[in-house]
């Protein structure tokens, strides 16, 4: 039990870390791209790197942690993030923080997917899914104080200080994964690494993330489908695969994949559109709509540990309603209120969403096998974080303009603020969909 703590900790600051750095990072990209030398076109690749090697390579960390030890995957990444958080607050110039950054990406991809087999192993019978979800509230602070803290490191010390920040919680994350125990399977110790699976899955990924960046380059969304045609191809001669082809006829686990998906896009965009419709389109000063995004920004991190009591019979249908809770919500930001209705929205649509993010991380663990639960945790680890950015891409129709770019503070003049209609129904689709999964598994139930 008490090495199970350990494990609890290890997850819990991992995850932490991993998003402190995401949230108090953008605060500071201006200022990074203002101080260091280096051409306008690298400046994107600061996030866009560290998105592609995370969302990239976390299939294959994810069977590494099954094959080689989730402890031993969990240290290895939370010291190579450290010490890739060291680097990036040496840079001397751009390009150099953008290979930091994707180095980051790969300590990432090890930490979360690791991390979360490791939990649900480690943990005593039926408190899996708790454990994972309190750990998840953890990692959930980082939302609420990650952009304040980066607001005020990068203006009162220096934007470096944003990546020191981080150096300490990683250290702490290797450390307590040390003292871990670990339940280990040792037939699965014994197979070999899908070499070809795990080359043509990172490449599809990779393929992916970069048209999904780039929508108008469509040779790489061709060639992402190419080599996940041949992935699959791949996978289904392999012995041992990297991707357990049986997860995609897993039909909870499919449904909470790509509804976790669609919730993290949604997220996203509310965590862009919000602020910025504060300040831009009611006026309010940074500070102000800081302060006020503390209420949303909680109730995204009471997601996790809600997602944790969820009976793994009911996860599929609770994330339907979380989807439509959420679509209703975001659909009520666009109505024409006053602050205090936007923000009361908001904070629903925000708690929904939590919830239904921390189901996608708990209720697909508890619906594979556990000696699999890194591969499957990697893969859905990998389609949310690829899919993130969607969720700006849904706004920019509103903008005209790239959403990856921050607009000017001060009321509007003349643009049309940016909207969360798009993501709003994504999610009331998603909800339907998801719903018409669940009636599907519970007739297949009664045959």
């Not at 990546?163 to 871990?180: D, E, I, Q, S, Y």
């Not at 995204?300 to 919500?329: D, E, F, I, T, W």
Request: contains cysteine; glycine residues 14%; positive net charge.
């Amino acid at each position: 039990m008490v090495h199970g703590r350990w494990a609890w900790w290890a997850v819990a600051v991992g995850a932490f870390c991993v998003q402190l750095d995401s949230f108090a990072l953008n605060p500071a990209l201006p200022v990074v791209r203002a101080e260091l030398p280096g051409a306008a076109a690298t400046a994107p690749w600061v996030v866009s790197g560290y998105l592609l090697a995370a969302g990239a390579l976390m299939p294959v960390a994810g069977r590494l942690a099954d094959l080689c030890g989730r402890r031993r995957m969990l240290a290895l990444g939370a010291a190579l993030f450290g010490v890739s958080s060291v680097c990036c607050a040496l840079a001397p110039s751009l390009s150099f923080l953008v290979a930091a950054r994707v180095v980051q990406g790969a300590g990432g991809a090890l930490i979360m997917p690791a991390g979360l087999a490791l939990l649900t192993n480690a943990a005593p019978p039926g408190q899996g899914r708790r454990a994972t979800g309190r750990a998840l509230g953890v990692a959930g602070l980082a939302t609420v104080c990650g952009p304040f803290l980066g607001g005020a490191l990068t203006q009162s010390v220096s934007w470096r200080a944003v990546f020191w920040l981080t150096v300490p919680f990683a250290a702490a994350a290797a450390w307590c994964a040390g003292r871990a125990a670990e339940p280990r399977d040792a037939a699965a110790a014994r197979q070999p690494l899908d070499v070809a699976g795990a080359v043509t899955a990172t490449g599809a990924l990779v393929c992916l993330t970069w048209w999904l960046e780039h929508r108008a380059a469509w040779g790489w969304g061709a060639g992402a489908v190419l080599l996940g045609a041949w992935c699959v191809r791949a996978e289904r001669r392999a012995p041992a695969p990297l991707v357990d082809l049986a997860l995609f006829r897993n039909l909870p686990y499919v449904a909470l994949t790509a509804a976790g998906a669609v919730a993290n896009a949604a997220t996203v965009a509310l965590l862009y559109v919000l602020p910025l419709t504060l300040q831009q389109g009611r006026g309010w000063p940074v500070s102000a709509a800081g302060l006020a995004f503390l209420a949303p920004a909680a109730a995204l991190a009471a997601g996790g540990p809600g997602a944790g009591r969820v009976r793994p019979g009911a996860a599929v249908p609770v994330m339907a309603l979380c989807l439509a809770a959420a679509g209703g919500a975001l659909w009520a930001t666009g109505v024409p209120a006053g602050a205090p209705a936007l923000l009361v929205a908001a904070t629903g649509a925000a708690a929904a969403l939590g919830v239904a993010g921390g189901l996608a991380l708990t209720g697909t663990q508890a619906v594979v096998r556990r000696e699999r639960a890194g591969g499957a945790s990697g893969l859905t680890k990998s389609v949310l974080t690829t899919t993130a950015g969607w969720g700006l891409a849904l706004t920019a129709p509103a903008t005209g303009a790239d959403p990856a770019v921050p607009a000017p503070a001060g009321p509007v003049g003349g643009g049309v603020p940016p909207s969360l209609v798009l993501p709003a129904a994504g999610c009331l689709v998603g909800a339907v969909l998801t719903a018409a999964v669940w009636g599907l598994e519970r007739r297949r139930a009664r045959r």
